[in-house]
C-alpha cells in the first residue's frame, strides 16, 4: 500500500530534549516536506526536500533540523524543543511541489 | 511577499444547505489545490486547477480558478454530515520552488 508513514504518532517531552519525528515513504517520491499545523494558521511549511542531499527552508525552519541522506526517509530534529513547538506535525510527499502531496497520519508533540 | 486569505475560517450549517469557501490572494499562482483534512488525519487532495476561468466538479463539489489565476472558490451544495472536516487551499507558484503555502483553512460542520 501507498502510503507515509510517521512516528511516533504521539509524544510528549520536556524542553530541551532531542528528540526525533521519523517520516517515511514508499511511492519513490522525489519530494517531501514538513509542516506544521496550529488553530487558526493552516498548515505551515517548515522544511522541504526536492531530492536527496538537497534539503531547504520552508516558513518557519527556525528550531528545526531536517536530513535527506535517503530517498524514501526524510526525519526532523528538535535539538532543543521548546514549549512553542507544541504542535501538530505532518510529512508529505510527491512526485514533485506542484503534484499532489500524500500526507503522513501527523505526530502530535506537547513540549513541556 | 505573497498574502493567502481563505474564508470564511468556521462554518457551521445544517445538511442540506449550501456553501462557498474563498482562497484569495494578491499573487497569480500557476495551479491550485484543494484538500480535506478529517480529524486526526492528514490532508488529502480533493483537486487541482490549473487554467485561469477553469469549473471542477466532483460530485456535489464545485471548484472554480478566477480569471487571473488569483483566486479560487469551492462550492458545495446540499451539504452532507460526510462533507464535515477541514478545507485547505493551496496555491502553487510558478517556477517550482519548492516552497508550499497553505490558506489558514475553512473548519466545516455539516449538522444532520
Known amino acids: 500500500e501507498a502510503q507515509v508513514t510517521q512516528n511516533p504518532r504521539y509524544l510528549i517531552t520536556v524542553t530541551g530534549k532531542k528528540l526525533t519525528v521519523t517520516c517515511s515513504q514508499n511511492?519513490?517520491?522525489?519530494?517531501m516536506s514538513w509542516y506544521r499545523q496550529d488553530p487558526g494558521l493552516g498548515l505551515r511549511q517548515i522544511y522541504y526536500?526536492?531530492?536527496?542531499?538537497?534539503?531547504d527552508k520552508g516558513d518557519v525552519p527556525e528550531g528545526y533540523k531536517v536530513s535527506r541522506k535517503e530517498k524514501r526517509n526524510f526525519p526532523l530534529i528538535l535539538e532543543s524543543p521548546s514549549p512553542n513547538q507544541t504542535s501538530l506535525y505532518f510529512c508529505?510527499?510527491?512526485?514533485?511541489?506542484?503534484?499532489?502531496?500524500?500526507f503522513g497520519p501527523g505526530t502530535r508533540l506537547t513540549v513541556t | 511577499t505573497q498574502l493567502l486569505e481563505q474564508s470564511p475560517q468556521f462554518l457551521s450549517i445544517q445538511e442540506g444547505e449550501n456553501l462557498t469557501v474563498y482562497c484569495n490572494s494578491s499573487?497569480?499562482?500557476?495551479?491550485l489545490q484543494w484538500y480535506r483534512q478529517e480529524p486526526g488525519e492528514g490532508p488529502v487532495l480533493l483537486v487541482t486547477?490549473?487554467?485561469?476561468?477553469e469549473v471542477k466538479k466532483l460530485k456535489r463539489l464545485t471548484f472554480q480558478f478566477g480569471d487571473a489565476r488569483k483566486d479560487s472558490s469551492l462550492h458545495i451544495t446540499a451539504a452532507q454530515p460526510g462533507d464535515t472536516g477541514l478545507y485547505l487551499c493551496?496555491?502553487?507558484?510558478?517556477?517550482?520552488?519548492?516552497?508550499?503555502?497553505f490558506g489558514q483553512g475553512t473548519t466545516l460542520q455539516v449538522k444532520p
Open positions: 508529505a510527499s510527491s512526485f514533485a511541489p506542484d503534484y499532489e502531496q500524500y
Open positions: 511511492m519513490n517520491h522525489e519530494y
Open positions: 526536500s526536492m531530492n536527496v542531499e538537497v534539503t
Open positions: 499573487s497569480v499562482f500557476s495551479s
Open positions: 486547477v490549473v487554467t485561469g476561468g
Open positions: 493551496a496555491p502553487i507558484l510558478s517556477g517550482n520552488t519548492g516552497k508550499l503555502i
